[in-house]
């Protein structure tokens, strides 16, 4: 598949594919590489700062849902 830039405004526009399955307003962060490859990397939002009162491992014991204490990617949202 290839893909053509295009001008709009000031801004040069690369379409992504719909076979992509990218929402509507997913936000990214564009880098360039010494290459010039580019790169779109998804913005991670921590979902719990919008509720300093909300508490995840009350929350997990409510749902019966387990935790084994040891993170095993990026999910230790509390030291971002």
């Given at each position: 598949?290839?893909?053509?830039?295009?001008?709009q405004g000031n801004s040069i526009m690369v379409t992504i594919p719909a076979s992509f399955?990218?929402?509507?307003?997913?936000?990214?962060?564009?880098?360039?590489?010494?290459n010039g490859v580019i790169s779109l990397l998804p913005i991670r939002h921590n979902i719990?700062?919008?509720?300093?009162?909300y508490d995840l491992r009350k929350?997990?014991?409510k749902e019966n849902i387990g935790d084994n204490d040891t993170?095993?990617?990026?999910?230790?949202?509390?030291?971002?």
């Open positions: 598949m290839i893909v053509k830039t295009r001008r399955n990218i929402g509507e307003n997913v936000e990214f962060e564009p880098i360039k590489d010494e719990y700062r919008a509720d300093s009162n929350a997990m014991e993170p095993v990617g990026r999910e230790d949202v509390w030291n971002d």
